[in-house]
T-cell receptor
Framework: EDKVVQSPLSLVVHEGDTVTLNCSYE??????LLWYKQEKKAPTFLFML????IEKKSGRLSSILDKKELFSILNITATQTGDSAVYLC??????????????FGKGTHLIIQP | KAGVTQTPRYLIKTRGQQVTLSCSPI?????VSWYQQTPGQGLQFLFE???????NKGNFPGRFSGRQFSNSRSEMNVSTLELGDSALYLC???????????FGQGTRLTVV
């Protein structure tokens, strides 16, 4: 059975801190790993990672994938209260019939205190 | 560029009724996927449509069905509603296979 495990499940830090969120996976026919930020309803796309060792960056956020050890991390530097959200990790598989649906982890609930 | 639009935003239905949810993908996107999100199970894949064809289906009972129209708009139907169907239903659109998926605001369904 496919598994995506995120840690920690919740995290409280102070504004300005740097945080690292973890995502490990066990899936057959892995194709890519995606990160989303969910504040109220719509998960907002952050990154899609397909290759090992290549860091993707967007402002204060960055992410990297390790396909040998089957995990990814999402880093947020100089955190702001607006970064408070649930961060979701999802894995996409290759499928003969077209893309399988994403398999999601339970998410990391990040709270940034002023 | 307009995002993914889901209607309605909120619904309250009675057990045993049926419901239809609608999703309009980003213009030019041909793939539409549906997900159910609950506090206990998280986000779970329901099904995916591409060019009006259902290509993949998650592990949900046959009461959950969907379709996609020629303009890529999609509908999801749940028949014989159960209390456990109360959830946030999210639709995601993708330009093509294996590209990033963009989510709509969701429809919050409450079954009483």
């Amino acid at each position: 059975e496919d598994k995506v495990v995120q840690s920690p499940l919740s995290l409280v830090v102070h504004e300005g801190d740097t945080v690292t969120l973890n995502c490990s996976y066990e899936v057959t026919n892995f194709r890519s790993l995606l990160w989303y930020k969910q504040e109220k309803k719509a998960p907002t796309f952050l990154f899609m990672l397909t290759s090992s060792g290549i860091e993707k960056k967007s402002g204060r956020l960055s992410s990297i994938l390790d396909k040998k050890e089957l995990f990814s991390i999402l880093n947020i530097t100089a955190t702001q209260t607006g970064d408070s959200a649930v961060y979701l990790c999802a894995v996409q598989k290759y499928s003969g019939g077209g893309a399988d649906g994403l398999t999601f982890g339970k998410g990391t609930h990040l709270i940034i205190q002023p | 560029k307009a995002g993914v639009t889901q209607t309605p935003r909120y619904l309250i239905k009675t057990r045993g009724q049926q419901v239809t949810l609608s999703c309009s993908p980003i213009s030019g996107h041909r793939s539409v996927s549906w997900y159910q999100q609950t506090p206990g199970q998280g986000l779970q894949f329901l099904f995916e449509y591409f060019s009006e064809t259902q290509r993949n289906k998650g592990n949900f009972p046959g009461r959950f069905s969907g379709r996609q129209f020629s303009n890529s708009r999609s509908e999801m139907n749940v028949s014989t509603l159960e209390l456990g169907d109360s959830a946030l239903y999210l639709c995601a659109s993708s330009l093509a296979t294996y590209t990033e998926a963009f989510f709509g605001q969701g429809t919050r369904l409450t079954v009483v």
